[in-house]
């Protein structure tokens, strides 16, 4: 069973800040693609950053500049940085993982099998 489990969510100003972080067992991280994503209010979730487990990262050219994506192979967590925050970004961040390769997921927009409960973002004009 894939089990993820997102942390690091609260509230900041626009232009600030904040790290998310997505705990998974050893095995999810070398056998799985995973993946952030946001999601808006009523609107489906979007793909933010991806990371193959072989460590190929994939960025939406929507958060490029502003937000990378890191593996800490020390405590097992794939890390959203999320740096000049705007309001636009406030709402859910999901950590989600599939055994299907990125690239094909994001390509075709696929949505990923295994899902943690997400994290609020909120900011702030």
């Known amino acids: 069973e894939v089990q993820l489990v997102e942390s690091g969510g609260g509230s900041v100003n626009s232009g600030g800040s904040l790290r998310l972080s997505c705990a998974a067992e050893p095995y999810t991280h070398t056998r799985y693609c995973m993946g952030w994503f946001h999601k808006d209010s009523d609107k489906e979730p979007v793909w933010l950053a991806t990371m193959e487990n072989h460590g190929e990262v994939i960025i939406a050219d929507s958060v490029k500049g502003r937000f990378t994506i890191s593996r800490d192979k020390r405590k097992n967590t794939l890390d959203l940085q999320m740096n000049n925050l705007k309001p636009e970004d406030t709402g859910m961040y999901y950590c989600?993982?599939?055994?299907?390769?990125?690239?094909?997921?994001?390509?075709?927009?696929?949505?990923?099998?295994?899902w943690g409960q997400g994290t609020q973002v909120t900011v702030s004009s």
């Open positions: 989600a993982a599939d055994e299907r390769a990125c690239t094909w997921l994001t390509s075709s927009n696929s949505r990923f099998r295994y």
